[in-house]
């Protein structure tokens, strides 16, 4: 039998943040790998590490910090989580994606995702955000599998569209006020941790992937599933074809690039933040 989160690990992790947090927020944001300026560019009103929060496991990925935090973004509430679990790392996928169940028993509505990814588009460039319109799931495995949560949402949801258009039309209006490029596209999720093969980057494009990374989607699953508006960003972080490819691809390498784009990420999402308040 597959192990599975259990609703009572859920409504514990959940009692236990309403005890410690002032407010819940109705939208929240998870900061992907070398995008965690933007908690620097918020006001923090509460911060609580994963390894306090019953159920939630710490974070062991250079980059991610690896706390929920509670935080105002000019003046509008909002719920950061400061990075994210991975299935590379060993865990369940069910495991890795609990923090989103708890975002949805404590009553967020809008859950925006952001990620490092490399790029495959060869229209793309190192430093580029992606408004993402579609997703590839190459992990071949699924948060849902097991005994469905009832409560938190149906046996088989739909998922004709994960990334709400409502909140898409929102981003481009934003990029456009801030006269910022914004790609658009579609991102496949792998395992990991090993980067991608020369052979392998061409197939990913065939299959019609602009942007390859080794997250987010089950985590857009269950925000789908648990019926979240969902909104999700990729900062293209190296590129895997053309002309910018590099024979080699790190961890550092992405991370050092996203400190670039740092500043225009931050203004995109406390953008979008303020014109859903």
């Known amino acids: 039998m597959i192990e599975t989160v ?75 989580l400061a990075g994210r679990k991975h299935v590379y790392e060993g865990h369940p996928v069910d495991r890795t994606v609990m923090p989103v169940r708890v975002l949805a028993r404590l009553g967020v509505k809008t859950l925006i995702l952001s990620n490092a990814a490399g790029g495959v588009n060869r229209a793309f460039r190192v430093g580029d955000l992606m408004l993402i319109t579609d997703h590839i799931n190459w992990q071949f495995e699924n948060p849902l599998r097991g005994p469905n949560l009832d409560e938190l949402g149906p046996r088989w949801p739909d998922m004709s569209e994960p990334y709400s258009r409502r909140l898409q039309r929102v981003a481009r209006d ?50 789908v599933h648990a019926g979240l508006e969902v909104l999700g960003i990729t900062f ?3 590129m895997l074809v053309g002309d910018e490819a590099g024979g080699t691809v790190t961890h550092d390498e992405v991370l050092e690039n996203a400190r670039k784009v740092e500043t225009r990420f931050g203004s995109l999402i406390a953008g979008i933040l303020r014109r859903l308040s």
Request: charge should be negative; charged fraction near 15%; hydrophobic fraction near 45%.
């Open 174 to 223: 934003v990029a456009l006020e801030q006269g910022l490029p914004l790609r658009e596209g579609v991102y496949l999720a792998g395992t990991g941790p090993a980067y991608e093969t020369v052979a392998e980057r061409e197939m990913l494009r065939a299959f019609g992937a602009d942007a390859v990374g080794m997250s987010t989607v089950p985590e857009v699953i269950t925000a």
């Open 236 to 238: 293209v972080s190296n």
């Open 6 to 80: 259990t609703p009572q690990e859920i409504d514990a992790a959940a009692a236990f943040l309403r005890s410690r947090l002032p407010r819940v927020p109705a939208v929240a944001v998870t900061i992907g790998s070398g995008l965690g300026g933007f908690v620097h560019q918020v006001k923090h009103l509460a911060e609580i590490p994963f390894g306090e929060i019953p159920g939630f496991i710490a974070s062991t990925v250079i980059g991610h910090r690896g706390s929920l935090i509670l935080a105002e973004s000019d003046g509008v509430p909002v719920l950061l």
